[in-house]
């Protein structure tokens, strides 16, 4: 092998990894976009059920508040896990993004600015371990801030439409 054919070697593999970068991030975006989006919607949902069930002049019989209580329940406890399995999806990415990072040399010295690197150490933070258990995912949940936000709106949301509904 010449050293120019290592040359054209290395530069595919540049060339891929910041192909694969940039995937990832597009992928993060994509799922804290989709975040947002189960989030209104859901809470929308709940909302029109609601108006649904006020609108009406009568009173709901008991099998009907039954049956429109288990649509907000079990719609609120499919889109919560829906957020954490996402927000777990999201971090195995963000984790990949770091190695990736690692990879291309983001927090070496002198690369690509110099004196200096490229991000700080706590970067290198970001993102969760795959081989964690279901606890320590759920500890990690807790200090995703934003994420915990849109899951606790969508449980909030749900516990209030239930209520609406049996109050009817």
């Given at each position: ?23 990832f ?67 195995e ?15 070496e ?60």
């Amino acid at each position: 092998m010449n050293k120019d054919s290592r040359k054209v070697i290395k530069s595919d593999k540049f060339d891929l990894a910041k192909l694969h970068l940039d995937r990832f991030w597009q992928e993060i975006f994509w799922r804290r976009e989709n975040e947002q989006k189960i989030t209104v919607w859901t809470i929308g949902l709940f909302a029109a059920v609601l108006a649904l069930v006020y609108g009406s002049e009568r009173d709901l019989e008991l099998n009907q508040k039954i049956v429109l209580c288990g649509l907000p329940l079990i719609l609120g406890i499919l889109a919560a896990w829906y957020l954490f399995q996402n927000w777990r999806k999201d971090k195995e990415v963000a984790r990949l993004i770091v190695r990736l990072n690692q990879a291309l040399g983001a927090w070496e010295e002198n690369y690509p600015i110099y004196g200096e690197k490229l991000y700080p150490n706590a970067w290198k933070k970001w993102g969760i371990d795959t081989n964690l258990t279901f606890g320590a995912r759920l500890r990690a949940f807790g200090k995703d801030y934003i994420s915990l936000f849109y899951f606790f709106s969508v449980i909030l949301a749900m516990g209030l439409c239930v209520a609406g509904i049996l109050i009817k």
